[in-house]
């Protein structure tokens, strides 16, 4: 009886040298480190910056949007 | 000392959430500023991700609630159906994770 | 350009290491605070994988012998006189949070909903209830989480997640002598939630407890 083993794809830029641990400990990191920490009046300075001001926005909206609005 | 903060591992299946984290963290935060193209899909794609989750999650407090007819539940379940399979076909396409769609705003957190 | 690591208090010795680009950690006192940065020509802060360790690195070097605020990531000041006048200008509030965290460190709780290999839902409906009540579950899991893991913690901080696609992240400030305890708990809990992932990194210097960060109070 054959038996289908399914095909994982595995994205092709992973570097077989990566363990999963590593990335899980990355994600964890990165989430702290961009949204936490102290803030003291210095510059957040950060490559790519010039597109905040977009998401700000959207999260003005996000917010605005009222418990229980009706669907259409 | 990288290897090394890992405490308890998840389980293989779902090792990182989506994808792998170092990729997505580098398409998530070194976004070649040439790539245009790119950098635009990302930047729909979040919007559209955002008010599908917005619509979704009232659809389902609808369910909840239960002030829809059969008829409005199938209807309303068809669509965030599609919509979730299209943003899935959307997502691959242009080769972005759920993490890549989820904007960090800095001191405001995450957009979603 | 001064790139900041953390605060904390007066050191007797300068910390022996190295931060962003290699660059050796200085420190600056500011009354009864010492600031520890590294100083650059024209910096550029990319948040690549590799500076990101270089600013956790230089903040445990730091926490390996007393109390520190780390740093939010890619924070830079002008030139000293900078820094200094922004340390002097929230140093009470600063010194408070120092002796909040002292001997703690932080630990990361993620719960990953497993890989969706179910099939397609027959109707719309069933695709509604499907999501409600996996919804539900990680709602469960999460509360069950929290109640079990804040008994072995200080505190406690639910990451403001308004998807219900992604993982729930849940931090956790922990004595430092309690953390293999901490770990035991959760791979317990891991065992018994197993269509869950539950996961646990650190220790991470305590960047989700020093009162900047946004998310949800436990």
Redesign the interface.
């Known amino acids: 009886m054959s038996v289908d083993v399914p095909t994982v794809r595995e994205p092709s830029r992973v570097d077989p040298r990566r363990g999963a641990g590593r990335d899980v400990a990355l994600v964890d990191l990165v989430d702290r480190l961009l949204a936490g920490g102290v803030v003291l009046c210095g510059d957040i300075t950060l490559a790519a910056a010039d597109i905040d001001l977009v998401r700000i926005d959207l999260r003005a909206l996000i917010s605005s949007v009222p418990e229980g609005a009706g669907t259409g | 000392?990288?290897?090394d903060?890992?405490?308890?591992?998840?389980?293989?299946?779902?090792?990182?959430?989506d994808?792998?984290?170092?990729?997505a963290?580098?398409r998530r935060?070194?976004?070649d500023?040439e790539d245009v193209e790119q950098?635009l899909a990302q930047?729909v794609l979040?919007?559209v991700e955002?008010l599908r989750?917005?619509?979704?999650?009232?659809?389902?407090?609808?369910?909840?609630v239960g002030d829809l007819s059969?008829e409005e539940?199938?209807?309303?379940?068809?669509?965030?159906?599609l919509l979730?399979e299209r943003m899935n076909e959307l997502k691959e396409q242009f080769g972005l994770t759920?993490?890549d769609l989820?904007?960090?705003?800095?001191?405001?957190?995450?957009?979603? | 350009m001064i790139y900041l690591y953390g605060i904390t208090r007066p050191l007797t010795l300068p910390p022996d290491g190295a931060g962003l680009e290699g660059v050796a950690l200085q420190t600056e006192r500011v009354g009864a605070l010492t600031a520890v940065y590294s100083s650059h020509d024209g910096l550029e802060v990319r948040a690549d994988e590799e500076s990101c360790w270089a600013h956790e690195r230089a903040v445990e070097t730091v926490m390996r012998t007393q109390a520190v605020l780390p740093a939010r990531f890619g924070t830079t000041f002008a030139d000293l006189g900078d820094l200094r006048a922004a340390v002097a200008r929230d140093a009470e509030a600063l010194e408070q949070r120092l002796d909040e965290i002292d001997g703690c460190v932080e630990l990361a709780v993620r719960i990953n909903p497993l890989g969706h290999a179910e099939a397609r839902p027959a109707t719309g409906r069933q695709y509604l209830l499907d999501k409600l009540s996996s919804q539900r579950q990680r709602e469960a899991l999460a509360e069950s989480t929290l109640a079990c893991l804040q008994e072995l913690a200080v505190a406690s901080r639910l990451a403001a997640s308004a998807s219900a696609e992604e993982s729930v992240s849940i931090s956790y400030l922990v004595k430092a002598g309690g953390v293999e305890r901490f770990s035991r708990a959760v791979g317990r809990l891991q065992r018994r939630w197993p269509e869950f992932g539950l996961s646990c990194t650190g220790p991470w210097a305590p960047y989700s407890f020093v009162g900047n960060s946004t998310g949800g109070r436990a």
């Open positions: 000392m990288n290897g903060k890992l405490l308890v591992a998840p389980p293989r299946a779902t090792a990182v959430p994808g792998t984290a170092a990729n963290l580098s935060i070194n976004a500023p950098g930047l979040t919007i955002l989750q917005l619509m979704e999650r009232q659809a389902l407090r609808r369910v909840e059969d539940t199938e209807r309303l379940g068809r669509t965030m159906m979730n759920d993490r989820n904007l960090n705003l800095g001191p405001l957190g995450n957009l979603m």
